[in-house]
């Protein structure tokens, strides 16, 4: 089901002053992420297509088309995975349509390597790197928050170390650490999911955005989480 929020150039432009202490290409990233979490796909859709617009080279386009699916995919992990394929549709018809005439954007993003082939790393390596990040966001915090992870069921725990953290956050090959976090935090707005909203927050700050950055990314995913009538 599609989102029944109207939104307008106006609000795009409104969302662009409200974070502009966010880089051009990371604000697109955190509002798409926002509008796929509450489910608005017409919001993902209206953003990714405002940004290609403003995008000449065909390389540029296809890192920041790169860089979306990355993210949606990473958000898999707050989001869920309906919400998801539901924003990935969108930005899958737009790839489709830009450029017609020649399939520039889609062809290239056909030749695209995957990054999480089995090949690529082992289940410790997985492990690792996945440990690696979660002690970075949760700090002196993150044996604790991993122990209470355990005691409330241990095949959680190892899920999130070494499928949420290892297999698809800590993957940097077209998004950063630090604006996963951004992106983490607009998915967890609509969530209504306050101490790991707080969580991510704070982990943000580890990871190196400003906390002009991160109140940038709290307000814009407030605006894109917000219902208008038609």
């Given at each position: ?5 109207a ?7 409104r ?6 202490d ?19 796909p017409r919001?993902?859709s209206?953003v990714?297509?405002?940004?290609l617009?403003?995008?000449h080279?065909?390389s ?6 790169r ?11 707050i ?22 005439s020649?399939?520039a ?17 082992t ?14 966001v ?6 604790r928050?991993?122990h ?10 190892e ?22 976090e951004?992106?983490?935090i607009?998915s967890?707005?609509?969530?209504n999911?306050p101490v790991?909203?707080?969580s991510h927050c ?5 990871l ?18 917000t219902?208008?009538?038609l």
């Amino acid at each position: 089901m599609d989102d029944c929020g109207a939104v307008s150039r106006e609000d795009l432009e409104r969302w662009d002053a409200e974070a502009h202490d966010l880089d051009v290409t990371t604000r697109s990233l955190v509002a798409i992420s926002a509008g796929a979490s509450a489910n608005r796909p017409r919001s993902v859709s209206l953003v990714v297509q405002r940004h290609l617009e403003k995008l000449h080279e065909l390389s540029d386009k296809v890192r920041f088309i790169r860089q979306t699916r990355e993210a949606l995919l990473k958000m898999t992990s707050i989001m869920g995975t309906p919400k998801a394929i539901n924003a990935l549709s969108k930005v899958s018809r737009i790839t489709a349509e830009s450029d017609s005439s020649s399939g520039a954007i889609a062809a290239e993003l056909s030749r695209t390597p995957l990054l999480r082939t089995p090949g690529n790393y082992t289940h410790e390596q997985m492990r690792l790197r996945g440990k690696e990040l979660f002690d970075a966001v949760y700090g002196k915090h993150a044996d604790r928050v991993e122990h209470r992870l355990r005691e409330l069921y241990p095949e959680l725990a190892e899920v999130i170390m070494v499928d949420s953290y290892g297999r698809l956050l800590s993957e940097s090959a077209y998004l950063c650490a630090r604006d996963t976090e951004l992106c983490a935090i607009a998915s967890l707005v609509p969530q209504n999911v306050p101490v790991q909203l707080k969580s991510h927050c704070i982990g943000a700050s580890r990871l190196g955005a400003s906390d002009a950055m991160i109140q940038a990314a709290l307000r814009l995913a407030k605006l894109v989480c917000t219902r208008r009538p038609l």
